[in-house]
């Protein structure tokens, strides 16, 4: 089943905060989130892991929280350039060897 | 280093006709992907493989076939093209860890097929 983010869009200014959320209706073993800017693929940002462990590129923090089945991005000071749609995409099971579906994404817009 | 690679960019089909999008990695990874992207939708699964030789369904694969051809290569066919599959194709590799949740996905640039 695929994953749920909120808000469905967000507006910001320069130099402000955001946080997108992402739930589950089943259990969390991962999560992952992606970027993707107009007209092209979706980038990596980060995976969250079981028991808290972060792996990721970009100075862009997240949570995951798997008692509540659900993991949060936090985009603090936000740069023109965080401008985009924003990815969860979780593992449908334990086994990493299984479909990794995504949710509906979250177009986050940032004005000068 | 090319990442994944997707061919065609664009096509234009008719209703009915077939054509398969082939997509390439260069980075050995083990685990590949076809999502489509609608307005709105976000990215759904269509078919995936997890390593060379299996192949599985993923969310929306009714109209749709794959080939993991090799470790490299994983083709996506229509068989008989309809408007409803009218949509931007992307194809995806990750490496598998043994027993970890790790593995980044990496995205072609997408293919538009667009069905009249």
């Known amino acids: 089943q695929q994953p749920v983010q909120s808000p469905q869009a967000v507006i910001l200014r320069e130099g402000e905060d955001a946080v997108i959320n992402c739930s589950s209706s089943?259990?969390?073993?991962?999560v992952h989130w992606y970027r993707q800017k107009h007209g092209e693929a979706p980038v990596f940002l980060m995976i969250?892991?079981?028991?808290?462990e972060q792996k990721g590129h970009e100075k862009i923090s997240a949570s995951f929280n798997e008692k509540k089945q659900q993991s949060s991005l936090y985009l603090t000071a936000s740069q023109l350039s965080y401008s985009g749609t924003y990815f969860c995409?979780?593992?449908?099971?334990?086994?990493?060897?299984?479909?990794?579906?995504f949710g509906q994404g979250t177009t986050l817009q940032v004005k000068p | 280093n090319a990442g994944v690679t997707q061919t065609p960019k664009f096509q234009v089909l008719k209703t009915g006709q077939s054509m398969t999008l082939q997509c390439a990695q260069d980075m050995n990874h083990n685990s590949m992907y076809w999502y489509r992207q609608d307005p709105g939708m976000g990215l759904r699964l269509i078919y995936y493989s997890a390593s060379e030789g299996t192949t599985d369904k993923g969310e929306v694969p009714n109209g749709y076939n794959v080939s993991r051809l090799n470790k490299r290569e994983f083709s996506l066919r229509l068989e008989s093209a309809a408007p409803s599959q009218t949509s931007v194709y992307f194809c995806a590799s990750r490496l598998l860890g043994a027993g970890a949740h790790t593995g980044e996905l990496f995205f072609g640039e997408g293919s538009r097929l667009t069905v009249l």
């Open positions: 995409g979780a593992l449908d099971g334990s086994s990493n060897t299984g479909k990794l579906i």
């Open positions: 089943k259990a969390l073993y991962s």
């Open positions: 969250l892991l079981k028991g808290g």
